[in-house]
Nanobody
Framework: VQLQASGGGLVQAGGSLRLSCAAS????????MGWFRQAPGTEREFVAA????????YYADSVKGRFTVSRDNAKNTVVLQMNSLKPEDTAVYYC???????????????????WGQGTLVTVSS
């Protein structure tokens, strides 16, 4: 299984970025896809997730109303659209996937078995 995240970069506060994660080696439509982030000196934290087949989306309170997660099962891709970015959104963003992630565990990193390499997002003030 391989997950390849892309789209990170440097943006000013208030700007937007679009992260993509391409998956291979999995039956993509049957896997829950998650986005997590980790800033220096902090633990990895949940950002957003989308259930298999796009059946439900979930967001951390800190990004609700600003970030949108979506998936294209035909292209084996999940996208995180990030708007109204803030300096506190600065982090390395990781996509992750696993099967059978239940609702109550969707924001727990160790419930995801496969991880991408991460892409750096830097938001300047």
């Amino acid at each position: 299984v391989q997950l390849q995240a892309s789209g990170g970069g440097l943006v000013q506060a208030g700007g937007s970025l679009r992260l993509s994660c391409a998956a291979s080696g999995v039956t993509f439509s049957t896997y829950t896809m998650g986005w997590f982030r980790q800033a220096p000196g902090t633990e990895r934290e949940f950002v957003a997730a989308i259930r298999r087949g796009g059946g439900g989306t979930y967001y951390a309170d800190s990004v609700k109303g600003r970030f949108t997660v979506s998936r294209d099962n035909a292209k084996n891709t999940v996208v995180l659209q990030m708007n109204s970015l803030k300096p506190e959104d600065t982090a390395v963003y990781y996509c992750a996937t696993s099967r059978g992630v239940i609702y109550s565990d969707i924001d727990i990193p160790h419930r995801y078995y496969y991880w991408g390499q991460g892409t750096l997002v830097t938001v300047s003030s």
